[in-house]
């Protein structure tokens, strides 16, 4: 079997440095300071997810060793794709100019502002800093997305639609300031042996109803809930010495949750030089899907 192997991680959460930091307490000290990472004329004009997906990006990239010492990049525009989760990442923006609307009709808008309401426009910006011209989309549908565009980016590449891909999740917080600035994340992926893309049922769990009572008992019985034909996925990440949900520490993280999860397991594995990590998402019953995705290392001699 064919094998896709990403080769470079980043990280934009505040207090942490590299995605195995996921799984520790980090060092404010020395981690991510949104800031100053957020200021800067590259970050001018720019909502604060494309800020957020673009330090990620940039991490990324500089970990893969396909920058150069200028910040440009090395390979070929065209032949790298952009992929980006992100399921409220413009929100904010998109509140704000309905409230403008609402107060001032649309001539209170600014042509400027208003790309920054498409929910492409995370990809769309890390596009334009580093000449991908390769294929970008933006998944945003809930739960799994994070996990999704990694299949994604996968299968675009398995199909010969470019050789490589860049995977970005990214979700600020609804009121960005940085007094909360510990709730906003993005994340890039990492090296992993691709194994198979991720489980998508057609349908959520059953939900178990109550039976109802046995009309031709004299005493009523209480009514007990029907066996559901499938259990739900728990959304963490399970490791080969136990499992690690990252919404007990970061929230829901939503469409940044499945980046995230690859980054620190795929930081994981390369950490100790051998294992196999199982990032899952989805499947609750809020949810109406869920995905899975094994991440492995590879030795070659």
């Not at 949104?34 to 990324?60: F, H, N, Q, V, Y």
């Not at 200028?70 to 952009?82: H, I, K, M, S």
């Not at 994604?152 to 490589?164: Q, V």
């Not at 600020?172 to 049922?201: F, G, K, L, Q, V």
């Amino acid at each position: 079997m064919k094998r896709i192997v990403v080769t470079g991680t980043g990280l934009a959460v505040p207090g942490l440095d590299r995605p195995l930091d996921l799984f520790g307490d980090g060092s404010p000290a020395v981690g991510f300071d949104p800031a100053t990472a957020l200021k800067g004329k590259e970050m001018r004009g720019k909502d604060r997810a494309s800020r957020l997906g673009l330090c990620a990006a940039d991490a990324a990239l500089r970990d893969a060793g396909l920058l150069a010492d200028d910040g440009t990049y090395r390979e070929p525009g065209e032949a790298t794709a952009v992929v980006v989760s992100s399921n409220l990442g413009t929100l904010e923006t998109a509140c704000e100019f309905t409230d403008t609307v609402a107060r001032e009709t649309v001539t209170g808008l600014s042509p400027l502002g208003l790309p920054q309401t498409s929910s492409n426009v995370v990809a769309g910006w890390i596009a334009i800093r580093y000449g991908l011209r390769g294929p970008n989309l933006t998944v945003c549908n809930g739960a799994t997305s994070g996990l999704d565009a990694v299949h994604w980016a996968c299968h675009l590449i398995l199909a010969g639609r470019c050789r490589r891909a860049v995977v970005v999740g990214v979700e600020p917080p609804p009121r960005p300031s940085e007094s909360s600035s510990d709730r906003n994340r993005a994340t890039s992926p990492p090296p992993w042996s691709w194994r198979a893309p991720p489980t998508r049922p057609d349908e959520a769990p059953a939900r178990t109803r109550p039976s109802p009572p046995t009309p031709a008992a004299p005493t009523p019985r209480a009514p007990s809930p029907s066996p559901s034909p499938r259990s739900p996925v728990p959304v963490e990440l399970r490791l080969a010495t136990g499992h690690l949900d990252l919404t007990d520490r970061f929230g829901d993280c939503s469409g940044a949750l499945g980046v995230l999860q690859c980054a620190a397991g795929a930081d994981h594995v390369r950490t100790h030089g051998t294992g196999a990590v199982l990032a899952v998402a989805g499947g609750t019953a809020a949810d109406d899907a869920a995905a899975a995705l094994l991440l492995t290392t590879e030795h070659r001699n």
